[in-house]
């Protein structure tokens, strides 16, 4: 029966999803960018913020206060 793992202990799917940091833990492999802080600032200080690097959560100092470019 073929075996799920790959040769060399390494899970290369895993490894596509998630970066471990220096402590061992690992973590989602996403950038969270919008230019509403408030939105970011949710995910910084809500239920899951343990979950996520604080460095790939970037916002901007102001939204776009709904002001869309048309064409």
């Known amino acids: 029966m073929p075996s799920d793992k790959t040769i060399g202990g390494g899970d290369d799917a895993?490894?596509?999803f998630?970066?471990?940091t220096g402590a061992g833990k690992h973590v989602p492999r996403c950038v969270f960018l919008d230019l509403e802080?408030?939105?970011i600032d949710e995910v910084r200080?809500?239920?899951?913020?343990?979950?996520f690097h604080p460095?790939?959560?970037i916002?901007?100092?102001?939204?776009?206060?709904?002001?869309?470019a048309r064409g």
């Open 14 to 16: 895993f490894n596509t």
């Open 18 to 20: 998630f970066s471990e």
């Open 37 to 39: 802080p408030t939105v």
């Open 45 to 51: 200080t809500g239920t899951y913020r343990q979950l």
């Open 55 to 57: 460095e790939q959560l």
């Open 59 to 68: 916002s901007g100092k102001e939204d776009a206060a709904n002001n869309f």
